[in-house]
């Protein structure tokens, strides 16, 4: 097979001079080349508009119209691919817009749906009927669980598809605190300074580390369940209560 895009060499063999034909299983011939040498090559870009499909490609004698070769059967295939994010890592961080963009050479279309996926949970579709290359932003859903995500993009007609790298979605970051001056907020509740009631207790454990490391590839195939219950992976148990 052949990909929209990519070069062919063909062979051509016959009589003094030849002449290059190319046709699809149902469709008029057209000329790829013309009085060529009867023994060597000819190089053949695969337009980025062919239609997917089987061509027959045939070699005919020059002067005359006699075959002298059998007919070489190709297959052309669109090619998809996503251009943002544009590799593996990249971060998303919830509540803000994250912009995607695709290609697909080929044929025109407008049955390209753009998903999203987790290792464990099923694709959300983030739209739908998209033309063959374009581009869109997505807010990030202020209920979507941190963890890791991979983006798919599909034309549904002709089952041509392509995987982003693994994106890491993030919480957004804490908004700044400002503790006022012992001065200015004096006791509460006479327990002391401000400060000493909105330090943390020694007992309580630190945070965990954030995920680092990005799973392995992207399933072949997405799972059926929903996506948003739990995307990064929840701890084996839960943690004891601080100490009182």
């Not at 999203?116 to 739908?128: D, K, M, P």
């Not at 309580?204 to 948003?228: C, E």
Request: include cysteine; charge should be negative; aromatic fraction near 10%.
């Amino acid at each position: 097979g052949y990909t929209s895009g990519d070069t062919q060499v063909s062979r051509k063999e016959g009589a003094a001079h030849v002449k290059l034909y190319l046709a699809p299983r149902y469709g008029w011939w057209r000329t790829l080349a013309d009085n060529q040498d009867c023994s060597g090559s000819f190089v053949w870009k695969v337009p980025t508009d062919a239609p997917q499909g089987v061509y027959c490609v045939r070699a005919k004698s020059k002067p005359g119209s006699t075959e002298v070769s059998p007919c070489l059967y190709i297959t052309v295939r669109d090619e998809m691919s996503i251009v943002q994010p544009p590799e593996q890592g990249a971060e998303w961080t919830i509540g803000e817009l994250a912009y995607v963009e695709w290609r697909c050479d080929g044929a025109p279309r407008d049955d390209v749906s753009v998903s999203l996926g987790s290792r464990f949970f099923a694709l959300q579709t983030l739209a739908e009927a998209q033309p063959e290359s374009g581009s869109l932003y997505w807010k990030v859903p202020t209920t979507m669980k941190p963890g890791w995500y991979y983006l798919t993009v599909t034309a549904a007609s002709s089952r041509v598809y392509a995987y982003s790298g693994w994106i890491h979605v993030i919480s957004p970051p804490e908004p700044a605190q400002t503790v006022p001056s012992t001065e200015e907020s004096g006791r509460v509740g006479g327990l002391g300074p401000l400060e000493h009631v909105l330090a943390p207790s020694p007992g309580l454990p630190s945070a965990p580390p954030p995920q680092s490391l990005p799973p392995s590839d992207p399933p072949s195939a997405p799972p059926s369940s929903s996506l948003y219950p739990s995307a990064a992976a929840a701890p084996s148990e839960e943690p004891s209560a601080p100490p009182l």
